[in-house]
């Protein structure tokens, strides 16, 4: 599937930046936010002791842009983004962008971009990340009093190579090393802290790895960009209680529609590592991940294996329901498409 208007293989995309036309830009100085404009300028120019740069103050979001089978472009619960945003910027110290003006400013990138929003079908979708950063100059350990608000677009394919093929999992024998307690909020730290055990977990041959609680190191929590779900020998969908993994609108959104729409029980509790070879399916979920199936797990010697042949049977029916409803196949409950064009 090609773009006539702008010669894109939409079926051959991987989960990489294809530059677009326009992004979204904010700055806030002296206590507010600009009016913000879109601009085709994808550089960022910065102080050399920008808050940023010395002190790694930056968050993002990460949601995306869909085309339904009726040809209209939605976003999925971008005010749930325009939220955990907020929490985010409250704990690391950065001002909030007010959560209307978020939601205002996905809707502008989305509809200045539209020939990148990727056709019905095509397997792909149109990426948008809002992120932030300390702007101004600072050097004694502080926060920044100055901050960018940005929002790109970039049309992506699946996270993982193979789109629904099973992937591999190890534990690592690290941290993910992310300041204990912080994981709950999207802050480029936490990434960072996590590039060494996802290069290791790689030249190992996995294609992720889950992490367990870095206090005692027993229990499930995440993964370095997607959360986790279980589905137990008599159908139900489990996933782990945690105060220090990112609350996953995707794992929301999954375990409203496990109860709702399928008729499963859905449960957030601890999960123990030593339970995880008792459950008969299990998934990475996110927005980039979407619901992409894991088919093994190995932690030391052990080695566990849910299968690397095909999606299990609950994780295709969540899969499509999901998607169904981001792509305008099934009906959403109240207040989760916006639709933007
Ligand atoms: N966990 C981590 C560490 C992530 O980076 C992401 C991606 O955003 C998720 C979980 C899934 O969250 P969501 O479903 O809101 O995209
Ligand atoms: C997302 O799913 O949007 C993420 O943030 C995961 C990853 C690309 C960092």
């Known amino acids: 599937m090609i773009s006539a208007k702008k010669d894109i293989d939409w079926s051959s995309l991987g989960f990489g930046y294809v530059k677009t036309d326009y992004r ?68 690391l110290e950065m001002a909030v962008f007010p959560q209307d003006r978020f939601i205002d400013a996905v809707e502008k990138v989305v509809k200045a971009n539209l020939d990148f929003v990727p056709p019905y079908g095509s397997g792909a979708s149109l990426y948008l990340r809002p992120y932030m950063f300390g702007s101004n100059a600072v050097i004694g350990v502080k926060p ?15 996270y993982f190579k193979g789109g629904v093929k099973p992937i591999s999992l190890r534990v690592p024998d690290f941290d993910r090393a ?34 367990l ?19 137990t020998k008599d159908n139900k ?5 945690s105060d220090s993994i ?23 509790r601890e999960i123990p590592f030593t339970e995880v070879k008792e459950f008969k399916e299990c998934a990475l979920c996110g927005t980039a991940a979407v619901l992409s ?23 295709k029916k969540l899969y499509d329901t999901l998607t169904g409803i981001q792509m305008g196949r099934i009906e959403a409950p109240e207040g989760w498409i916006k639709v933007i064009s």
Not at 182 to 199: C, D, F, R
Not at 237 to 241: F, G, N, R, S, Y
Not at 247 to 266: C, D, Q
């Open 178 to 211: 992310a300041p204990r307690g912080t994981g709950h909020i999207k802050a480029g730290l936490n990434y960072a802290m996590s590039l060494h055990p996802i290069v290791d977990a790689h030249n190992k041959g996995f294609n992720e790895n889950m992490y």
């Open 293 to 315: 199936p894991v088919g093994r797990v190995v932690n030391g010697d052990e080695e566990i294996v849910f299968g690397m042949d095909s999606m299990g049977e609950i994780t």
């Open 144 to 158: 920044a009093e100055e901050f960018q608000f940005r929002i790109f677009a970039t049309p992506v394919g699946p």
């Open 237 to 241: 969908v489990v996933t782990p209680k």
């Open 213 to 231: 609680d870095s206090k005692t190191r027993t229990k499930v929590e995440e993964t370095g960009g997607a959360n986790i779900i279980f589905v």
């Open 246 to 268: 990112l609350p996953s609108i995707t794992r929301r959104s999954l375990m409203y529609v496990a109860e709702h729409y399928l008729g499963l029980k859905a449960e957030e």
């Open 24 to 91: 979204y830009v904010s700055n806030f100085k002296d206590g507010k936010w600009d009016d913000g404009v879109l601009t085709t300028d994808e550089t960022v120019t910065l102080h050399e002791s920008a808050g940023v740069l010395q002190y790694a103050q930056t968050c993002f979001e990460g949601m995306k842009a869909y085309r339904t089978v009726d040809g209209k472009v939605v976003c999925f619960r971008p005010d749930l983004n325009a939220q955990r945003m907020a929490d985010t910027c409250e704990r």
